[in-house]
């Protein structure tokens, strides 16, 4: 398994836009491999003592988090996707973004520890 995450900020009134746009990226992921695709929209947000989500990434007043990942079956489909959404007609075709894409930030992790209930046989 491999995950690729970001973290932006959005104007409040932008959800909509937003969530547009992530429909259009979701046909992409599936496309190209995905596993599963999580789109989270801010609910609680404590302000910390050194840094927080809305400090990592510069977040203005009326702006809202989005946290959001892409769990991959290995980090060679997340790589192949990557290039081949970026040559994708779909993707090139995406022109006005509803967030500052300078402050987004992104990321690729190796899962260390994983749990799910139905490793309990609960599901």
Known sequence: MYINTYMLSIAED???QYLDLAQTFLELYKRFGAV???ENWE???PDGELTDYR???QAKPGE???L???IWPDRAT???AHKGMFEDTQMAALSDMPFDGKRMILGGFEPMLHFHKSDLGLV
Do not use: C, G, Q, Y
């Open 36 to 38: 599963e695709v999580f």
């Open 78 to 80: 997340a790589d192949t």
């Open 68 to 70: 959001a990942w892409v």
């Open 55 to 57: 400090r990592a990434v």
């Open 43 to 45: 609910s609680d947000i």
């Open 14 to 16: 932008k959800k909509a």
């Open 64 to 66: 809202k988090i989005i």
